[in-house]
C-alpha cells in the first residue's frame, strides 16, 4: 500500500527557516517524483516544488524560487521540503503528493498534510 | 503560467441532483487535466485524470469530459458523500490548479 506520511505540525516566527519531511513507503521511491503542493486555509491549492528522489533533480515554481529547497534521504525513502524566510503570508497546510508518472501528471497519492503557522 | 478558472465556486444541490462543475484553461492543455475531491480537515484524492479516465475505486456516478481549454466534471446523482471541494489541477505545462467549487447541501 502506497503511504505518504509527514511530520507534524510546525510554529514559526517571521523570517524564520522551516523544514518538514515526508516518508514514502509501499512503492519504489527512486522511481517517483514527489510533489510539494500547500494550501492556505480556506484557499486553494499551489505547487511549490517537485523533486526526483533518485537524482535529487528538483523542479521549483517561480513564485518559491530562492527560498524552497527540496532535499532527499534515499536510505529512508524520505523527502524534506525546507522553506526559509517565512512570512505570516506561509500560514498553510503543506502536502506532499507523488506524480503518477513523469514530473508533471495527476497525483495520485497523497500525505496527509503538515500544518505551519507563521506568527509573532 | 496557464491559470484555470473554475465555476461555480458554490453550488448548493440535493440529493440525487445532477451536478456539474466547469473548469476553462488561460490556454490548451490538452487532455493534461485531473479532478480531486477535498473534504474538511483531509487531503485532496484523486478522481478523474487525463479529463475523463476515472481513477480506480471511484463510484462510477463522477465522470470527466473535455479537452483543449474546456473541461467539466459531472455527478450524476449527488450522494450524501459527495457533499466536498471539488478542484481541478492542469499539469501540460507545470502545475495550476483551479480555485475549488464548494458543492454544499441545498
Known amino acids: 500500500e502506497v503511504q505518504l506520511v509527514q511530520s507534524g505540525a510546525e510554529l514559526r516566527k517571521p523570517g524564520d527557516s522551516l523544514k518538514i519531511s515526508c516518508k514514502s513507503s509501499?512503492?519504489?521511491?527512486?522511481?517517483?517524483?514527489i510533489a510539494w503542493v500547500r494550501q492556505v486555509p480556506g484557499k486553494g491549492l499551489e505547487w511549490l516544488a517537485t523533486?526526483?528522489?533518485?537524482?535529487?533533480?528538483?523542479k521549483s515554481s517561480p513564485s518559491f524560487q530562492g527560498r524552497v529547497t527540496i532535499s532527499v534521504d534515499k536510505a529512508s525513502a524520505t523527502t524534506y521540503l525546507q522553506l526559509n524566510r517565512l512570512r505570516a503570508s506561509d500560514t498553510a497546510i503543506y502536502y506532499c503528493?507523488?506524480?503518477?508518472?513523469?514530473?508533471?501528471?495527476?497525483?495520485?497519492?497523497w500525505g496527509q498534510g503538515t500544518l505551519v503557522t507563521v506568527s509573532s | 503560467d496557464i491559470q484555470m478558472t473554475q465555476s461555480p465556486s458554490t453550488l448548493s444541490a440535493s440529493v440525487g441532483d445532477r451536478v456539474t462543475i466547469t473548469c476553462r484553461a488561460s490556454?490548451?492543455?490538452?487532455?493534461?487535466l485531473a479532478w480531486y475531491q477535498q473534504k474538511p480537515g483531509k487531503a485532496p484524492n484523486l478522481l478523474i485524470f487525463?479529463?475523463?479516465n476515472l481513477e480506480r475505486g471511484v463510484p462510477s456516478r463522477f465522470s470527466g469530459s473535455g479537452s483543449g481549454t474546456e473541461f467539466t466534471l459531472t455527478i450524476s446523482s449527488l450522494q450524501p458523500d459527495d457533499f466536498a471541494t471539488y478542484y481541478c489541477?492542469?499539469?501540460?505545462?507545470?502545475?495550476?490548479f483551479g480555485q475549488g467549487t464548494k458543492v454544499e447541501i441545498k
Open positions: 503528493a507523488r506524480p503518477h508518472s513523469g514530473i508533471f501528471s495527476h497525483l495520485d497519492f
Open positions: 509501499g512503492y519504489s521511491f527512486t522511481a517517483h517524483w
Open positions: 523533486v526526483y528522489p533518485d537524482d535529487s533533480d528538483v
Open positions: 490556454q490548451s492543455i490538452n487532455t493534461r
Open positions: 487525463k479529463a475523463s
Open positions: 489541477h492542469q499539469y501540460d505545462s507545470s502545475w495550476t
